[in-house]
């Protein structure tokens, strides 16, 4: 299953849309989209406004691969799991977003095995087209290590 999310905040329609078309035209059936609040409706995908956190981290689970908007909280959760993910940033121009921060965001990411950014929705159909042969990323602990409780320990416990 291909699991699309663009997180909390806001919709995503240049995203959800891209995909929905993409999943129709390639007649996929194994698409989820996560679309957030908006009046916009997929036509090929089986869908949701808005997830749980439990939810989430289900779909996470049984995903071959993850297509999020790129927002740290998303490409966490799908380097938790190890992965294959794809990441788009969300952009100004368009009004999806304040600034452009994700275009950063992808960028520094899109240099870690598994994660595959897409600057735009052609590249995102390229990529989808590979999704079964997209590098998965290195799994990682969601517990912070013993090394850094240690430090925060030190920190909070060193006298003024």
Not at 9 to 38: H, K, N, S, Y
Not at 62 to 87: K, Y
Not at 122 to 139: C, F, I, K, N
């Amino acid at each position: 299953m291909i699991f699309v999310s663009v997180g909390t905040q806001a919709p995503f329609d240049r995203l959800c849309r891209a995909v929905d078309d993409w999943a129709v035209r390639e007649g996929r059936d194994d698409v989820f989209i996560q679309t957030g609040r908006t009046d916009w409706t997929p036509t090929g995908c089986e869908y949701v406004r808005e997830l749980s956190f439990g939810r989430f981290k289900e779909r996470v689970r049984e995903a071959s691969l993850l297509v999020f908007h790129a927002g740290i909280g998303s490409i966490v959760s799908g380097i938790e799991h190890g992965r294959p993910m794809v990441i788009v940033p969300r952009l100004a121009r368009f009004h999806e977003t304040r600034n452009n921060h994700q275009v950063a965001t992808a960028e520094r990411f899109a240099n870690l095995p598994g994660i595959h950014a897409a600057r735009d929705m052609d590249e995102l159909a390229r990529q989808l087209d590979r999704a079964g042969s997209l590098e998965a990323t290195v799994p990682m602990s969601g517990v912070a290590g013993q090394d850094l409780i240690d430090a925060l320990r030190d920190f909070i416990d060193r006298p003024d």
